[in-house]
C-alpha cells in the first residue's frame, strides 16, 4: 500500500505546523500518496482519557481508527504518543469483543463503526520497511555530509514491543540508518535510548527532577559526541529537547544544539524551501540550514 | 504506621483491570522502578510500591498519592516485567480509580476534547499555517463543527462525562 492517511494529533497542527508542512511535501516526494484523515480527533492522550475512563478513551480512538478505516488506509503517525496510543487501542478492541461491542455502540451513533482492517504506522517504519534507505539516498538534491548527528528514538515507538514494536526492541537502528541515507555520520551515546522525559505527567508535576534527568542525557550528548544537530521523529521530543536546552542556559551552562524533527531535515535535502519546512524553533537552526543549503 | 486491620481488602477488586496482567504474581523485583524515567523524581514514581498498596488494600493512602500521573507513558516498565504484571496500565488504572473517587483527579484536558476535539488550539494560529503553505485550519475536527457535535454527543454516553457533566460544556468555542 503506498497510500496514507495522515494523522495530525494536536501538537504537530497547532505548535509544529513547519512539521506537518515538511511531512506533506517530503512523503509524496518519495512517492507515497498522503490523505487526509478528515473529522480526526485528540488519539486521545494517555493523560486525557485513558486516565479518566477506558471505554470513552476507546471511544475516541475509534472515531480516529475508523476514519482511517473507512479510507481504507493505514494511517500516519509522526508523534509518538499518538502512535502508542492508537496501536494499543487497536489491539485492544481488536482482542477483546466486549469492549470492541461497546465501543461501536457509541460509534454507531456517531456514524462511525470500528472493525480493525487498517493500522496505525509510526513514520520510521514506513520510511525504512516500505520507501528504504536507497530510494531516499536516490531521491535527494543535497546531502548532510560533514555533519555530525545524534538520533533520538521516540519511546512511544519501542513498548511494548510485541503490540507496536517496528525495530529492535533493545537495540532500534532504523531512523540512525535513516539519517545516515541523508549523508550524515550518526554518533551513538550511552545514553542514546533516554527517552527525553517530556511525555505524559513527569515534566509537569516534577519540573526539576525532569530537567535534572534530561541533563544527564544532554551532557552524556556532548561529552561523548561531537554532535552538529539532534534528529528526531516525535513532536515531544522535538519541542522538549529544545526546551530543556533553554532551560539549561538559564544556569549558566550553554547548550543551543538544534533539533529537527525527520522530516524537515529530508525536506530540505529534496529542496524545499527551509521557511515552509523548518521556520520553527526555539534553538537557532539557521547555520546547519544555511549549510545544508549550500551543499550539492 | 498503616493499620491494616482498617485495610479495604477489595481494593484489588475496585482498581485492577484485565490489561493489568496478575498483580499478585509481582514479587516486588524492581525491574519497572529501575528503567523508569519518573523514577527520578525526589518523590519517585514506583510502581512496586504501589502494586503493594493496592494488594494491602491502603485505600486512604493510595487516593491521596499523587505520583501515577508523573508517569512519561514510555512502556518500558510493561516491556521488562518479568512477571507478565503490566505495570503501565496498573498505573493508568490507579488514576481511573483515583479520578472515579476524586473528581479533583480529573485531568482538565478531557473537557478540553470534549469542547474542541483537541488539547491544542488547532484552529488559531491559520496566519502562520497560510505562511508555510497549509490550510488555515487543519482538516480535523476543528474544521467540522457538525462533526465536533456528534463526537461531543457520543462522549456525553460515556461514564466519565456523565458523572461529571457539569465540567463537560458545549459551545464554548466559536
Ligand atoms: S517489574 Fe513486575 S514483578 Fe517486578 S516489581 Fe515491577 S510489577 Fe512487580
Ligand atoms: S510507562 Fe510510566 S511507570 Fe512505566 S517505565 Fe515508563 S514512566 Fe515509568
Request: net charge neutral.
Amino acid at each position: 500500500m503506498n497510500k496514507y492517511g495522515l494523522f495530525l494529533g494536536c501538537n504537530m497542527p497547532a505548535i509544529r505546523p513547519d512539521v506537518e508542512r515538511a511531512m506533506r511535501l517530503a512523503i509524496p516526494a518519495l512517492g507515497i500518496e498522503l490523505v487526509d484523515l478528515e473529522g480526526s480527533a485528540c488519539c486521545p492522550a494517555f493523560g486525557t482519557f485513558p486516565s479518566a475512563d477506558e471505554i470513552a478513551s476507546l471511544a475516541v480512538s475509534g472515531w480516529n481508527l475508523s476514519i482511517a478505516e473507512k479510507e481504507g488506509v493505514n494511517s500516519m503517525i509522526q508523534c509518538g504518543s499518538c502512535y502508542s496510543v492508537l496501536r494499543m487501542a487497536r489491539e485492544k478492541l481488536v482482542k477483546d469483543e466486549e469492549k470492541r461491542e461497546r465501543v461501536n455502540d457509541l460509534l454507531k451513533k456517531a456514524g462511525k463503526y470500528f472493525e480493525g482492517k487498517t493500522c496505525p504506522r509510526h513514520v520510521i517504519d514506513i520510511l525504512f520497511n516500505d520507501i528504504g534507505t536507497e530510494k531516499i539516498s536516490q531521491s535527494i538534491k543535497k546531502n548532510l555530509k560533514g555533519f555530525n548527528a545524534v538520533v533520538q528514538y521516540p519511546c512511544h515507538s519501542r513498548f511494548p514491543s510485541d503490540v507496536l514494536g517496528f525495530d529492535s526492541p533493545g537495540r532500534p537502528r532504523m531512523l540512525q540508518k535513516l539519517v545516515e541515507a541523508l549523508g550524515a555520520t550518526v554518533q551513538s551515546y550511552s545514553r542514546e535510548l533516554q527517552c527525553c522525559g517530556g511525555a505524559g505527567g513527569f515534566a509537569r508535576q516534577a519540573y526539576q527532577d525532569a530537567l535534572k534527568f534530561a541533563k544527564k542525557k544532554f551532557d552524556a550528548m556532548v561529552r561523548e559526541t561531537q554532535v552538529d544537530f539532534i534528529v528526531v521523529n516525535c513532536i515531544t521530543c522535538l519541542m522538549h529537547m529544545e526546551k530543556v536546552q533553554k532551560e539549561f542556559s538559564k544556569e549558566d551552562c550553554e547548550f543551543s544544539i538544534p533539533v529537527f524533527d525527520y522530516a524537515q531535515i529530508l525536506a530540505l535535502c529534496i529542496g524545499f524551501d527551509p521557511k515552509e519546512v523548518a521556520s520553527i524553533s526555539i534553538i537557532p537552526r539557521d547555520k546547519v540550514i544555511e549549510k545544508i543549503i549550500g551543499a550539492k | 504506621m498503616n493499620d491494616l486491620a482498617k485495610a479495604n481488602h477489595n481494593l484489588w477488586k475496585e482498581i485492577m483491570e484485565e490489561d493489568c496482567g496478575d498483580i499478585r504474581h509481582c514479587f516486588n523485583c524492581g525491574t519497572c522502578v529501575s528503567g523508569c524515567p519518573a523514577a527520578e523524581a525526589d518523590n519517585p514514581l514506583m510502581i512496586r510500591r504501589l502494586v503493594r498498596m493496592v494488594l494491602l488494600g491502603l485505600d486512604e493512602k493510595l487516593l491521596e498519592d499523587g505520583t501515577p500521573w508523573m508517569c512519561v507513558t514510555c512502556t518500558a516498565c510493561e516491556e521488562m516485567c518479568p512477571m507478565g504484571v503490566k505495570p503501565f496500565e496498573v498505573g493508568l488504572a490507579i488514576r481511573r480509580w483515583q479520578t472515579r473517587k476524586d473528581e479533583t483527579y480529573l485531568p482538565l484536558a478531557t473537557t478540553e476534547i470534549f469542547e474542541t476535539g483537541h488539547t491544542q488550539p488547532v484552529e488559531k494560529i491559520g496566519e502562520l499555517r497560510k505562511s508555510l503553505g497549509l490550510p488555515e485550519i487543519p482538516p480535523t475536527i476543528a474544521k467540522f463543527s457538525e462533526l465536533l457535535k456528534i463526537f461531543q454527543a457520543m462522549l456525553k454516553e460515556t461514564e466519565v462525562v456523565k458523572n461529571n457533566d457539569y465540567m463537560f460544556k458545549e459551545g464554548n468555542k466559536k
